[in-house]
């Protein structure tokens, strides 16, 4: 027996476990395929450190993963697969502007919620899916804690909002009058405004592309890559 062979064995599969264990993904290399599946689910972290209790998707590991599918010229599309309840809201910013900006195909599909800053990382792909029994919240952003100099705070949190109006706009079909509409409706939260959309709302409203669950994304995403690459 090659002990060599199977000490490389065990690492790998260590590697495997710890990626996935961190990321929430596994390394492509090991499973020679020409999709990179990227997972963003519980509260997106950023510049502040969640509690421990929390299940969170850290904003400087999904960088990495993504400039390392964007260089690997076997990695033809990526996949995004989406459960999220929202959280710092530049990080997700920055991930959803990182997403649109690759030029390789990509497809998002959210299950069990996109909400919050979740929804333009969802409208950051080619090609957006929901399942049925998903649900997105469109809220505008809030902070929560002692306030210092309130009409600046103000005007920051404005243009912070403008910017993500202005994202989900340039990434989706829904037009600005229904956007600000669903975003400051009264009627459907109790203790906030904003508006809760559930699986075929969210295409209707045209944030979404079609409501399908895996495989109809990962079809759709083989369709782009055959019709960029052939």
């Not at 404005?158 to 669903?182: A, C, G, V």
């Not at 959309?197 to 969210?202: C, D, N, Q, R, W």
């Not at 399908?212 to 019709?227: R, S, V």
């Amino acid at each position: 027996m090659d002990k060599n062979k199977d000490s490389d064995n065990k690492e790998e599969k260590e590697e495997i476990v710890n990626n996935i264990r961190q990321m929430g993904a596994p390394n492509i290399s090991n499973f020679q395929s020409s999709i990179q599946f990227l997972t963003i689910i519980g509260e997106i972290e950023g510049h502040n450190i969640s509690s421990s209790d929390k299940k969170t998707t850290k904003y400087e590991h999904i960088i990495p993963i993504l400039i390392a599918a964007v260089q690997d010229p076997n990695i033809k599309g990526i996949f995004i697969i989406l459960n999220t309840v929202g959280g710092d809201v530049e990080a997700g910013l920055a991930l959803a502007e990182m997403i649109n900006s690759i030029d390789k195909p990509k497809v998002s599909l959210v299950l069990g919620g996109g909400h919050s800053i979740g929804v333009p990382l969802a409208t950051a792909s080619d090609y957006s899916f929901i399942v049925p029994t998903a649900a997105m919240t469109i809220h505008p952003i809030r902070t929560t804690g002692l306030v210092i100099g309130v009409p600046q705070t103000f005007r920051y949190f404005e243009k912070m909002q403008q910017r993500i109006i202005d994202f989900i706009l340039r990434t989706s079909n829904i037009n600005k009058k229904d956007l600000i509409r669903l975003m400051y409706s009264t009627d459907e939260l109790a203790n906030d405004i904003g508006t809760i959309l559930i699986g075929k709302e969210a295409v209707d409203y045209g944030i979404i592309d079609e409501v399908g669950g895996f495989d109809c994304a990962l079809n759709k995403l083989n369709i782009l890559i055959d019709n960029k690459y052939k």
